[in-house]
């Protein structure tokens, strides 16, 4: 099976988001790392080639089971490919563009489908959706330029008939589930806590280095931001809740204040 | 025109996340509204049908029985050749986050997700970087919109509608086989908790940092006479079962008291509680989004504050409010 799996570098989880002087985007001095449900993604591809190498059910005849990392970012998102290919991930593209970021979903799915133009997938896996744009479109984009089927909010993914289809478990609200299945290649956009991420090894981080990266750009692909159909007019901080009140002091002064609102709150 | 698409659950009923999508619409202020409905039965069109609107486009086919991204795109692209809105809004559900990307893509145009307010008709207000920014965003001139609507964003209470049922029209759409087989909806284990009736709960994030913790977080729980909850992060981690798991997709709750601690406040989680009375925040970050909807908030460092709160509140249990 020939999985491609795409990541996005987003802003670390903890890094303080500050807004540039144009107001249309954050300031790109903060940390990054993938964006958690990518690394889902990630870690249900090597579970399933694991599984077909282990099982021997790689069909005879037919190429390896591979899996290609794919980022559409500015160079720094090189680091989110290496640490992919650490994991495993046989190989990288990399579109590599400055504007990456002022694109939108459509624009990077177009980015996304032209640069592998000409390869066939089985199986597509993105992330839900992106910490920092949350747009929470871009695979079923790329299924729609393609012509591919596509599940959402999936927790859960087999094989059906070597890998002419695949089953997939689709979260619902509230705690309900639903398995659906299709015909193949086909696009899964992977929702957070689908299994506990591996780390990269010493040994993976070591052979990352050998492994292939191709690199194409977004100029290349034809691909810039007058693409985008939408269109961000203005960033800002919301506002905190009217009458919401602050607590102040030290922790104990704070606790102390909190205490005495709570027993007011549910009087004992 | 504006054509709201609205969404009706397993039983039948309309989502009233749909009603609240029809109210966004004509809080837009520009001009008609109409509903498409694919599917769903006499009591669906009724409750649509007594919402202020000038029309029904109500699609038809044996195969939209149930769900199926592929169905409701094509089904959908005929009642907007049919319709010719201006506008398609949607309430932002699980389904929508399924088919609407691809709608908006094979009618040449654009989603603009999860809007939880209008600046002007023409430009939606949504969050973004997990709620910690909201950006003012607009459609390319020229291209068809498709718009998602944050459930509980709009207030539906003001939908009424005077006089007769607004008119039906039938519309026999005719969508290929589905690509994409769908089977039951299931739930998991049996919930062993329901914290939808706790009178106290205290929900702890990922600020928590690691599953021993947790034994701090009981603590304070029990001073407080509360249950404990918790965001996703902790549940998918197995740190406390699933059924604690308050949000979209785990418990709706609605406390007296709900005390958040490290949870960053991301829509899915506020979605479960913010029906809550009474919200208390502590979080190390003053810019963390779950202080937008705090009565009482603590910026900072949960480890010096939790304790020290269990302290105050184990001080004098009985202690008279200040
Ligand atoms: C379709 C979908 C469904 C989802 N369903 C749910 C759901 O049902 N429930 C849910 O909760 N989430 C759900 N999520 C996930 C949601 O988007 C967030 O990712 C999640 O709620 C974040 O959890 P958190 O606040 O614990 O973690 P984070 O967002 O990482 O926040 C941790 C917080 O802890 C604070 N913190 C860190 N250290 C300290 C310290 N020492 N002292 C004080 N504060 C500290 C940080 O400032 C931060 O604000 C869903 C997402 C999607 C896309
Ligand atoms: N620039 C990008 N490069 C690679 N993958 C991306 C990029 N942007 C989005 N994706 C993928 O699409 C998913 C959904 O992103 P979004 O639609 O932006 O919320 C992400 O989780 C990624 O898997």
């Known amino acids: 099976m020939k999985i491609l799996v795409c990541l996005k570098q987003v802003p670390g989880k903890d890094a303080p988001v500050r807004i540039e002087a144009n107001q249309r985007a954050i300031r790109d001095d903060v940390p990054y790392e993938i964006n958690e449900p990518d690394l889902f993604a990630l870690e249900a591809a090597l579970r399933l080639k694991e599984a077909q190498v282990q099982g021997g059910s790689e069909p005879a005849g037919e190429p390896q089971s591979e899996i290609v990392a794919l980022t559409v970012g500015p160079a720094r998102a090189s680091q989110a490919l290496r640490e992919a290919l650490a994991k495993g991930a046989d190989r990288a593209i990399h579109v590599e563009g400055a504007e990456a970021p002022q694109l939108d979903a459509y624009a990077v799915a177009e980015a996304i489908t032209r640069a592998i133009a000409g390869e066939s997938y089985d199986l597509i896996l993105t992330g839900l959706q992106a910490d920092d744009d949350g747009f929470g479109q871009t695979g079923v984009i790329v299924a729609e330029l393609l012509g591919a089927p596509h599940a959402t909010i999936i927790m859960e993914i087999v094989p059906v008939a070597g890998r002419a289809r695949i089953r997939a478990k689709r979260e619902l609200e509230g705690g309900r589930f639903q398995w659906v299945e299709m015909p193949t290649p086909a696009v899964l956009a992977i929702q957070s806590g689908i299994g506990k991420l591996r780390y990269a090894t010493l040994m993976g981080i070591k052979q990352a280095k050998n492994k292939p990266l191709r690199q194409t750009t977004l100029e290349e692909l034809g691909v810039r931001p007058s693409l985008n159909r939408q269109v961000i007019e203005r960033l800002y901080v919301p506002a905190k809740r009217q009458g919401g009140e602050l607590l102040t002091g030290t922790a104990a002064e704070q606790a102390a204040q909190l205490a005495a609102r709570i027993r007011r709150e549910i009087p004992r | 025109m504006i054509l709201v698409v609205a969404e009706t659950h397993a039983s039948g009923e309309v989502n009233p996340a749909s009603l609240e999508a029809i109210a966004a619409a004509q809080q837009l202020g520009t001009g008609a509204v109409c509903a498409a409905l694919l599917g769903g039965d006499a009591s669906a069109v009724a409750a649509l049908t007594a919402c202020p609107i000038e029309r029904l486009y109500h699609g038809q086919h044996p195969s939209l029985a149930t769900y199926s991204p592929d169905v409701w795109v094509q089904a959908l692209v005929q009642i907007y050749e049919q319709a010719q ?16 990307p691809q709608l908006a893509t094979r009618l040449g145009g654009a989603l603009i997700s999860d809007v939880t307010g209008v600046k002007s008709p023409a430009i939606f207000i949504r969050p973004m970087y997990q709620g ?5 965003v607009s459609f390319r001139p020229d291209i068809p919109g498709v718009v998602t609507v944050q459930i509980g964003a709009f207030n539906r209470a003001s939908l009424r509608r005077d006089g007769a049922p607004a008119p039906v029209t039938m519309v026999n759409v005719t969508p290929d086989a589905p690509r994409i087989e769908a089977g039951e909806i299931f739930t998991e284990a049996k919930q062993a908790i329901d914290l939808s009736h706790a009178p106290v709960i205290v929900a702890v994030g990922r600020g928590i940092k690691d599953p021993k913790n947790l034994d701090m977080a009981r603590q304070l729980a029990a001073a407080m006479g509360a249950e404990l909850a918790a965001s996703r992060p902790i549940c998918d981690s197995g740190w406390l079962p699933m059924d604690r798991q308050v949000g979209s997709s785990g418990q709706t709750v609605a406390p007296k008291l709900y005390l958040a601690v490290g949870i960053s406040g991301a829509i899915q989680h506020l979605v479960g509680m913010r029906g809550s009375r009474t919200v208390v925040a502590i979080n190390k970050d003053p810019d ?24 105050a509140l184990q001080a004098s249990p009985g202690a008279p409010p200040d």
């Open chain 2, 85 to 100: 809105p201006t506008l398609v809004l949607l309430a932002h559900t699980y389904q929508a986050r399924d088919f609407a």
């Open chain 2, 288 to 311: 963390a989004p779950i202080f937008e909807i705090a009565d009482y908030g603590v910026v900072g460092d949960l480890f010096e504050v939790v304790p020290a709160l269990i302290a």
């Open chain 2, 132 to 136: 910690k920014l909201a950006a003012e």
